[in-house]
Nanobody
Framework: QVQLVESGGGLVQAGGSLRLSCTAS????????MGWYRQAPGKQRELVAT??????NYDDSVKGRFTISRDNAKNTVFLQMNNLKPEDTAVYYC???????????????WGQGTQVTVSS
């Protein structure tokens, strides 16, 4: 029904940068909240950053290094990751809370994930 497709992951050295992108497609009216979560091996999935309208929220571990932005016309969310650290290594998942109209409701969707690996 709704698909989220991430791209931009890869392997970088500590201190490097990556830019992730995620585009939502399918049958929905609009995206209310879009964001990024990550999960390292053996750990729980955790919030990285979210964007709801003009309000952004970041996990303390990425504040000052990561920036979330959106292109609402294209239903796309980005995550600019600078000064990457080995601790950032994880699978990064796109998340969207979208408005659907049959019936009107807020629905939650996840992307398939993209691997980010930061070498020391």
């Amino acid at each position: 029904q709704v698909q989220l497709v991430e791209s931009g992951g890869g392997l970088v050295q500590a201190g490097g940068s990556l830019r992730l992108s995620c585009t939502a497609s399918g049958r929905f009216f609009s995206c209310r909240t879009m964001g990024w979560y990550r999960q390292a091996p053996g750990k729980q999935r955790e919030l990285v950053a979210t964007s709801t309208g003009g309000t952004t929220n970041y996990d303390d571990s990425v504040k000052g290094r990561f920036t979330i932005s959106r292109d609402n016309a294209k239903n796309t969310v980005f995550l600019q990751m600078n000064n990457l650290k080995p601790e950032d290594t994880a699978v990064y998942y796109c998340n969207a809370k979208v408005w659907v109209t049959t019936p009107v409701r807020l629905a939650d969707y996840w992307g398939q994930g993209t691997q980010v690996t930061v070498s020391s």
